[in-house]
């Protein structure tokens, strides 16, 4: 089992390395995304070029991102990255109604999952004190995909969430 601890920058270094190397599958859960492109996004760009160049190399890519209402800050931006998402190609779903989604992770080919503390935001990649860390374990990766799939089946788009 390999293990890596990926605390603040490092974190953006290693899972843009592993977002590169996909072959298969990236599946993504986050509590915020910022709007790529917008107005507050900076190094986490990155991560975003690399799921778009995933997808268009033919990859099942999927994010599920929180979505609560009343909506807030953090809701705001995380519509403007799904329409986004959904622009280029990337499938984006919410778990449902008022169950907040706090978790962030990135699982890529079944083989490798990043979890932790980082939002794909500038504040996250810039400011704050993160800790994420990267498993190779095959039962840990195996669960958490499974876990996600679950979630994405009974997920809705946001659309259908408002």
Known sequence: ????????????????????????????????????????????????????????????????????????????????AAQWLRENGIECKAVGRNRTVHAKMIIVDGVTVILGSHNWSERAMTRNIEASVQVNEHEIVKYARENFLKLWDGSISMEEGK
Request: with cysteine; proline share 2%.
């Open 1 to 80: 089992m390999t293990v890596k601890l990926l605390l603040d920058e490092k974190f953006l270094t290693a899972a843009t390395a592993l977002l590169k190397a996909a072959k298969k599958e990236i599946y993504v859960i986050a509590y915020l995304m910022s709007i790529p492109g917008g107005k507050k996004s900076g190094k986490e760009a990155q991560l975003y070029k690399e799921l778009l160049a995933a997808m268009k190399r033919g990859l099942d890519c999927k994010v599920i991102l929180n979505y609560t209402t009343p909506e807030n800050k953090i809701i705001k931006q995380n519509i403007g």
